[in-house]
């Protein structure tokens, strides 16, 4: 088992989910909390749906290799992600 290259990705992990900030409420003039909540649903769904296949070709050779690939193939989806939200969104007229 790698234990550097696991601790490495954990650490990395942690971090990034440390700096990772939420900006405050999508909104957009004269549109209501609901319609704004309902477009950051659709938002997130289809950020999700591209990113469903993030890592599925991977093929690890031990259980070490397969915890960290999956830690570090989840950081990149969630990046992903909050990038395919927010482009998203502004591209429906909303700004934070």
Not at 29 to 46: E, G, H, I
Not at 75 to 93: N, T
Request: aromatic share 6%; hydrophobic share 40%; net charge negative.
């Amino acid at each position: 088992m790698r234990i550097p290259a696991f601790a490495a990705v954990v650490t990395a992990s942690l971090t990034l989910a440390g700096c990772a900030s939420n900006d405050g409420p999508w909104v957009k003039d004269d549109t209501p909390r609901s319609d704004a909540d309902q477009a950051l649903a659709d938002c997130k769904y289809q950020a999700e749906a591209a990113t469903i296949g993030i890592g599925a070709n991977d093929h690890p050779r031990t259980w070490g290799d397969a915890i960290a690939d999956g830690i570090g193939d989840g950081v990149v989806q969630a990046m992903d992600e909050a990038e395919l939200v927010k482009s998203c969104m502004e591209a429906r007229g909303f700004r934070r």
